[in-house]
């Protein structure tokens, strides 16, 4: 099977220094596929490039088996672009917006209405279809232009960073008209955020200084940056030495008089065992998580050591 996205070999250059080196990815028909970098590793220009709207300095695209290069009108046909800064025209009502990008889109006169309708409904923003674009929210704005990347039904669709700047619930109601959109159709998906690309993404390409560190599935990516600490807040702690008998504890790094970071080996039922010897104990635990920012950690060393 031809899979919808193939880079071969890409790179790109901006006057002198170089953007992205030898990307090689190939991507699926459907489901989410996260592409995870710091500002300034080279999402956009790759997203910009796999979309035709901005030329490599070197290798290529293919859309469906299509050369961007060679037949830029008919690979473009298949993709739905959310650039970072979305294309908005601010004095256009939403439908007028839509209709204008259906007819870019060169969509047939009657299939149009119904396409811009379902677009509209897709992303919940059907009330608001005679609003001028101005007067949306930064969330429904965001919706607009997640309509416009779908309105011409596409295979795939390229999303740069579609939840930069919107606040918490804004951001949770994007993430699953994401979800929905995927259901039928291959979805890139760009972020600077490690538990973003968790959260929405079957797989996770890394890119750090232009070059893809890490490709896989998001769970062998899970496996390889596996927690191995937790943080837990005790009323009443016993001393280091007592947390270090439990199995697999390797070190205890007190936070705060109540606040306790502990580091584990291996052990994959750890926060059982601390649940049990805490009521055991009397050590009246008050909170435990696996620590996320070990794992944040974990990612940076995993993009140094690539590199
Ligand atoms: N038009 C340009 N001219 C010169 N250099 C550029 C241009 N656009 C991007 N760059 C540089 O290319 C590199 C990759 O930038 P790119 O925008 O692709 O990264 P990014 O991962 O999308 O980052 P961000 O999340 O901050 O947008 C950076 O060093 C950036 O400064």
């Not at 608001?128 to 965001?142: A, D, H, K, M, T």
């Amino acid at each position: 099977m031809t899979s919808i996205v193939k880079l071969e070999h890409l790179s790109h250059k901006y006057s002198s220094s170089w953007a992205i080196r030898d990307i090689n990815i190939e991507i699926s028909k459907t489901g989410i596929v996260g592409l995870l970098g710091s500002n300034g590793a080279g999402k956009s220009t790759t997203m910009n490039i796999l979309c035709g709207a901005l030329n490599q300095t070197e290798g290529n695209v293919y859309i469906n088996g299509i050369n961007m290069r060679e037949q830029p009108q008919l690979a473009k046909r298949e993709i739905g672009f959310l650039p970072q800064n979305p294309p908005l025209y601010m004095d256009l009502t939403v439908d007028e917006y839509l209709g204008y990008c259906a007819g870019l889109r060169q969509l047939p006169k009657d299939k149009m209405k119904p396409a811009i309708k379902e677009a509209k409904e897709r992303c919940g923003i059907d009330h608001f279809s005679s609003r001028l674009i101005r007067n949306l929210s930064g969330g429904y704005r965001q919706r607009v232009g997640i309509a416009q990347a779908i309105v011409h039904r596409p295979q795939l669709v390229v999303l740069d960073e579609p939840t930069n700047g919107l606040d918490p619930n804004q951001i949770t109601e994007v993430r699953s008209l994401i979800k929905e959109i995927a259901q039928e159709r291959a979805v890139i998906f760009s972020s600077h955020i490690l538990s973003e690309i968790q959260l929405l993404c079957k797989e996770i390409k890394m890119i750090e200084n232009g070059r893809i560190v890490f490709s896989d599935t998001m769970d062998a990516f899970n496996n390889y940056v596996e927690p191995h600490s937790v943080l837990m807040h005790l009323e009443n702690p016993p001393a280091a030495a007592e947390l270090l008998k439990i199995d697999g504890i390797i070190k205890v790094d007190f936070l705060t008089e109540r606040q306790i970071r502990l580091y584990f080996n291996g052990s994959q039922d750890i926060t059982e065992k601390l649940i049990s010897a805490s009521v055991q104990n009397g050590w009246r635990m008050r909170e435990i998580n696996l620590d996320k920012t070990a794992l944040d950690e974990i990612f940076k060393q995993l993009s140094s050591q690539s590199a």
